[in-house]
């Protein structure tokens, strides 16, 4: 029976005191159990009070129901929506959940949709439901419906009437039971976002001297507020974060810079703020939570906030609720300022009192806490100081939780000191549930009002804006950054992450947590209260000077005297071209022709010292520097020492693509780490296919024809990268591309922006680039973040899976970001097959990147790769895998270090490219690199100065270094330090440089690293796989590519493809278990033809239920049929042919109204046919570029990210239908009317089909799919043409406007309808095929 009243209620939850402190039942939720396990734990608990099960979930993990257009007929299920969010944080996190109580069965998808979840009715009304089709062997004759979940969608069973329910008639049957929206309109205060006020707090130097006492510099103003003010949106800066971080800096440093945000990789996947928005919000509540136990109308008394950021209208607003007619808010103020001559100890009894008066507050009643940092006035400024927010709330917020009244209350943060969407993250991730920044908005209007500024609007260099504009951009700017950085943990939510303290501190102390900081990992230890209370006060303006106007520390850019410390400065630029002999001056634009030895100098040791003595007596600004040897032997001589040239093979170059870097910089570092024997790598952009041969027409100059714009080449020299990397945009990805690597990177996560896509401005899209990464140029190239098909460990061996199958001579792999956790992350990488683990420090260089991004996500490598390496060891699995590290490595002493943590190959970014030119201006993102290291701008790009002697040069003073450390240390094998952690101290004398570093110990972190001084095996591979050099051992798929090799070694393939030429037809059966199936297929063809396929047609004929990922990376003449259904990820990466899936003749469903293939398929599909007689999933043609592809229905976020091909949808889709589509087509059958809810119009538009060009393509592709599918539904749709054709609409991008097919305007275009028509003409089939009279006729017409 269910329990729906508390009062008829005698459960367990009824001797809780508070929902605060459920005694009885701790611990309901344990940090050390799992999350599923968490949720196990109070779903159980709600549904043993008086939730029904679906209702316990539909509260726990909610759909994303804010404008979705399949509820706008359900305003119940909305209400109920809006009611439960104010009493329970969501879940979030790919899941498929099934559930039962006793009464009812079901299963639910989260908000997101990126799990499958497949179901299948019989005519018995049995209900069978898998996570991949195929796993219930059934007849489809049998079968009345096949579907699939959404994105947060459920279905359920009743097990007493034995109905079934689908996903609105379940919701709608839950929300029906209690009046949710009356509930809401009656007790809910709403806060929406109102206009900003015009008058300023303080006078101009007033406004200053706050500034400066807050830690604000003149960076923070003329980068940040002017970016977010001006356009409404985050700094993007490059070149990484080459500063020190926050506890070695000599610089004052606010507590925010002491964090770094975390991000999802593998366990979990982010999420796309920027195209996906649609299943996020910011929105927050203040007030007194109700119980989730005892469901009433009171539950719904809460002050609900549009945004957290608020102005001072709005915080009148919240105000005014404490009027008794108004909602009875009862509010109360702390101020967090207290007396400057209390001194830094001083800052001890502040917190305490706050935190005593914030209870007895909230005992008292008080809903809505506002912690205060704001002063009256000049006076009080200079009397006192504050507690930094951070400390505040995180002290207010733990003490609240632990008297079991954090859910009686709201905090909201008034500070000075919150500018950056790191800090609001930071305030909201501790424990805030709003901000206002009045310095910030003070900030805004000063800027807003200053001579520069109007006179930059009036120049047309800023965009005219009024002050209500500028502070709604900067609003605006900050909400978009909190969702960028919920978004990379994979969180929806902001009401999900406040208080989660999803963050690492590095560098404070154990004082400092335990006060404000409770559960969040410290490993190195740091400064104590009264350090930041110091800190907090060296920031306070002292000279007349400091009080007129801001210091500029230099955070971001270098600046001299105050200017904090830069490790990569145009100093040590200079001195390193100085030690490899190159000068900057010489160029294809000047006379390098006429220079000896195209003006590469001799290389000078002696340089190079200095270069190295620089960089050791800098001031501290890494982990490393800490650190110093001591060996366990006496030292040998140097000639007993292996070779430089050994050394050299386990350097590799950063991924650094093809776009971000020019041609001559990309190309010479790929010729100089090929000639040393190491390992380039091409980054995400895809290579010119003209570099997979080796040099052989190079003249005595030094010069070839094939590469003109290079210099210092010879004979023999190869510019193809050993490393060919795969990331989430598939920028360049093609079957080639994957069959010419010598090993396969996929990139989980950058250094510079981990849990985010890559970014490449419109301006560096030439023609050039543009054509290898098949989009459009000029236009902006944004990657999305790492999820559609990685978004958990199952998804990352699919990846590794689909890539050994189609090249299995390379090794595989995985790009991680240092982080904590890292080490269960390469565990679960090392038996998903991963041949190599590179772990990346999160001060890595980047072309672009949100600033916030650079300075405030990722820990340094030292972090990381010791904690994989140690968990790799502990787990018995280092021996499968080969671990690389990479991020601001640049001497032989760093990677000395590295290797003793664990480390066996190296990898050099942002160094490398300083070694052939670059001059570290940090305008990488502007196209105007002087240099022409990272701009497409042909006049730049000829003053490019480098050559590959020069990074050979650079190559040979490491190794040489390392040679002369390894003497020293006694040691002749450099695989003999590997791991080696004991050979590692801590240095006192460095400890001792700075007064912060006093509370760092790092003893009690790298002392963890495993004993391995005797135990050597982990440096070979597994007994099982000869016990060889890892790296000449590469792991195999199993069982689940034995079809693969059957395919591959039939006599009738392999006749085929030794043919080229004619049709050969072959048969074989499938189940669910067969995975990547025709990948190793299309390795084959491509190894011998490349990506232009065959020339015949080798038809092969499927029946049964494919795996994941079957068709991948399909070629011309590859044509596949397959006669049953698929699972995820069909036609992955598919570069030609063609691919059909239709149902049996027998089904006893209707093919139209049924799921045949899952979600993400054709990501990344650069050409070929696809025609799918049935529905798609979430995500279908993400990413295409040229396949032409027709399916009757699709989920959510079709053509996503599509920068080329066409798509035709024959029945309803989803929503955001073309988010982020920079190029293609796309045409919707508009069956409902209501098409026009379901289009992301940020970027496309969408009109009904009216260009005669654009009817012969529609018209084409259809009865191609009738003649390939027999398609009922496109047989009708043909059948009534005249009228059907109306119900169509068409979207494209701003690219295709002027096309023929959108626009009538251009006379004698050809129209394309197949991805394999020659010469983009009209035409069914590929060049060399027998046409039949009927298609000849047709042709013709």
């Known amino acids: 029976e269910d329990l729906v009243d508390a009062e008829n209620t005698d459960n367990i939850v009824m001797m809780c005191n508070t929902q605060d402190v459920p005694n009885v039942l701790e611990p309901l939720v344990d940090l050390g159990r799992s999350d599923s396990a968490n949720l196990d734990a109070v779903f159980e608990l709600m549904t043993k009070s008086r939730h029904r099960a679906p209702c316990a979930l539909m509260s726990l993990v909610p759909t994303a129901y804010e404008n979705e257009p399949a509820l706008s007929n359900n305003p119940e299920i909305v209400d109920f929506y809006k009611f439960h969010g104010g009493l329970l944080e969501a879940w979030d996190g790919p899941a498929l959940l099934v559930y039962s109580d006793g009464k009812s069965i079901g299963a639910s998808l989260d908000r997101n949709g990126l799990r499958p979840a497949r179901y299948s009715i019989t005519s018995d009304g049995t209900v069978y439901m898998m996570s991949e089709t195929g796993v219930v062997d059934l007849e489809e004759s049998d079968i009345v419906q096949k579907g699939r979940l959404g994105p947060g969608q459920m279905i359920n069973v009743d097990l007493a009437t034995g109905e079934f329910k689908d996903n609105i008639a379940i919701k709608s049957e839950i929300a029906s039971r209690h009046p949710y929206g009356e509930w809401v309109k009656q007790g809910r205060k709403d806060v929406t976002k109102m206009t900003f006020a015009d008058d300023r707090l303080y006078d101009d130097a007033t406004t200053t001297f706050a500034q400066g006492t807050f830690g604000w510099g003149l960076e923070d103003i003329g980068m940040q507020i002017q970016d977010m003010a001006g356009s409404a949106k985050e700094t993007t800066y490059s070149m990484g974060d080459d500063a020190p971080i926050a506890v070695l800096s000599e610089r004052p440093h606010t507590p925010y810079n002491y964090f770094k945000q975390r991000f999802a990789q593998v366990t979990n996947p982010p999420i796309d703020p920027l195209r996906e928005g649609v299943v996020m919000s910011v929105a927050m509540t203040l007030g007194k939570k109700e119980s989730i136990y005892k469901v009433s109308e009171k539950g719904a008394r809460l002050i609900h906030l549009e945004s957290p950021v608020l102005n001072s209208n709005e915080m009148d607003r919240i105000a005014s609720f404490a009027e008794p007619e108004n909602g009875g808010f009862e509010q109360a103020t702390i101020s967090t300022r207290y007396s400057l001559a209390d001194g830094p100890d001083g800052i001890k009894d502040a917190i305490e009192a706050i935190c005593d008066k914030a209870v007895e507050d909230v005992r008292n009643g008080v809903e809505v806490l506002i912690l205060s940092d704001k002063s009256a006035d000049q006076a009080e400024l200079d009397g006192t100081t504050y507690i930094p927010p951070m400390i505040a709330v995180g002290a207010v917020h733990h003490r609240l939780i632990d008297e079991g009244l954090r859910m009686d209350t709201g905090i909201v943060i008034e500070t000075g000191s919150a500018w950056s969407t790191h800090h609001f993250a930071c305030l909201v991730g501790y424990g805030a549930n709003a901000v206002h920044p009045y310095l910030a908005l003070e900030t805004v209007k000063q800027w807003h009002g200053s001579k520069r500024t109007q006179s930059m609007m009036k120049a047309g260099k800023l965009d005219s804006t009024t002050l209500d504009e500028a502070q709604q951009n900067y609003r605006k700017a900050v909400e978009n950054g909190l969702l960028k950085i919920l978004s990379k943990m994979g969180i929806s939510l902001l009401s999900s992450y406040q208080g989660a303290q999803i963050f690492e501190a590095m560098g404070l102390g154990e004082e400092v947590i335990d006060t404000s900081f409770k559960g969040t990992t410290s490993r190195i230890g740091g400064v104590s209260l009264s350090d930041i209370a110091q800190e907090t006060a060296m920031m306070r303006p002292e000279t007349a000077d400091e009080k007129a106007k801001l210091i500029n520390y230099g955070y971001y850019k270098p600046v001299p005297k105050k200017g904090e410390y830069h490790v990569n400065s145009s100093d040590l630029a200079k001195l390193l071209h100085d030690a490899i002999g190159l000068d900057k001056t010489v160029s294809a634009a000047t006379d390098r022709d006429e220079a000896e030895n195209d003006g590469v100098k ?740």
């Open 602 to 1341: 001799p290389k000078n040791a002696a340089n190079y010292e200095i270069f190295k003595k620089s960089l050791e007596s800098a001031p501290l600004a890494n982990i490393r520097d800490l650190l110093d040897f001591e060996s366990d032997r006496e030292s040998i001589s140097i000639d007993e020492v292996e070779p430089a040239a050994e050394i050299m093979k386990r350097f590799c170059t950063g991924a650094m693509s093809l776009g971000a870097l020019s041609r001559e910089a990309h190309e010479t570092l790929a010729i100089a780490v090929n000639r040393v024997g190491g390992k380039s790598n091409s980054g995400e952009g895809g290579e010119d296919t003209v570099r997979i041969k080796d040099l052989s027409d190079v003249d005595e100059k030094g010069r070839s024809p094939t590469y003109p714009h290079l210099a210092g080449l010879k004979n023999g020299d190869s510019a193809n990268s050993y490393i060919h990397q795969v990331a989430s945009g598939r920028f360049g990805v093609t079957p080639e591309f994957l069959t010419t690597a010598k090993q396969l990177e996929i990139k989980m996560a950058q250094g510079a922006k981990p849990g985010e896509g890559g970014q490449l401005p419109g301006p560096k899209v030439s023609d050039y680039i543009a054509t290898l990464r098949a989009s459009k140029p000029g236009v902006t190239l944004i990657s999305p973040p790492p999820h559609h098909d990685i978004y958990s460990i199952e998804d990352l061996a699919q990846l590794i899976h689909d890539l050994h199958a189609i090249n299995e001579s390379a090794g595989v792999s995985v790009k991680l970001v240092s982080s904590i956790g890292i080490g269960t992350v390469a565990c679960g990488v090392a038996k998903a097959q991963a041949d190599v683990i590179q772990i990346s420090g999160g001060d890595g260089g980047t072309g672009a990147s949100p600033l916030s991004s650079i300075k405030h996500a990722g820990m340094p490598w030292e972090m990381g790769l010791s904690e994989a390496h140690s968990a790799l060891l502990n787990n018995g699995l280092r021996d499968r895998v080969t671990l690389r590290v990479d991020g601001g490595i640049r001497t032989g002493r760093d990677l000395a270090i590295a290797a003793m943590m664990g480390a066996e190959e190296f990898g050099f970014g942002t160094i490398a490219m300083i070694a052939e030119g670059c001059v570290m201006a940090r305008v990488c993102h502007l196209n105007t690199c002087p240099v022409g290291v990272t701009s497409q701008k042909e006049e730049l790009r000829k003053k490019f100065p480098g050559t590959p002697e020069h990074v050979v040069n650079f190559f040979m003073f490491v190794a040489e270094e390392i040679r002369e450390l390894m003497a020293h240390l006694g040691y002749s094998k450099f695989e003999d330090l590997i791991g080696r952690a004991d050979l590692l101290k801590e240095s006192e004398e460095q400890l001792a440089r700075i007064a912060k570093t006093k509370g760092v110990t790092l003893s009690g972190f790298f002392g963890s690293i495993p004993e391995s001084k005797d135990d050597r095996a982990f440096l070979r591979a597994t007994p099982a796989e000869g016990g060889g050099l890892k790296d000449s051992v590469v792991h195999v798929n199993g069982g689940s590519s034995d079809l693969d090799r059957e395919m591959c070694n039939h006599e009738d393939v392999k006749a085929a493809i030794e043919k080229n030429s004619g049709d050969t037809a072959v048969s074989f059966n499938i189940k669910n278990t067969d995975r990547s199936t025709c990948a190793m297929l299309a390795g084959d063809i491509s190894r011998q033809y490349g990506n232009k396929g065959l020339d015949g047609n080798l038809n092969i004929n499927i029946f049964g239920s494919a795996g994941q990922s079957f068709g991948a990376f399909t070629l011309p003449g590859m044509k596949l049929r397959l006669t049953g259904e698929a699972n995820d990820y069909v036609g992955k990466g598919m570069h030609g042919g063609e691919i059909v899936v239709l149902p049996e003749a027998d089904a006893g469903f209707v093919a139209a109204d049924s799921s045949i293939v899952g979600n993400a398929c054709l990501y990344g599909a650069t050409g070929g046919d696809f025609h799918a007689n049935g529905r798609a999933g979430e995500r279908f043609c993400v990413r295409n570029s040229g396949a032409y592809a027709v399916c009757e229905g699709t989920g959510d976020h079709c053509c996503e990210y599509m920068t080329g091909g066409v798509v035709v949808a024959l029945g309803t889709v989803g929503r955001n239908v073309g988010a982020g589509m920079t190029g293609g087509i796309g045409y919707f059958y508009d069956e409902d009317g209501r098409f026009d809810e379901r289009v992301n119009g940020e970027i496309v538009k969408f009109q009904r089909v009216g260009s005669a060009a654009g009817e012969l393509q529609l018209r084409n592709m259809i009865e191609r799919h009738f003649e390939k599918t027999g398609s009922e539904k496109a047989e009708a749709i043909l059948d009534n043409w005249d009228e059907e054709k109306a119900k169509f609409w068409q979207v494209y991008p701003p690219s295709e406007a002027q096309s023929a097919v959108v626009s009538d305007t251009i006379v004698g275009e050809t129209v394309k309808v197949s991805a394999t028509a020659p010469s983009e003409e009209l035409c069914y089939l590929p060049v060399g095929a027998g046409l039949s009279p009927d298609q000849t006729t047709r042709c013709a017409d």
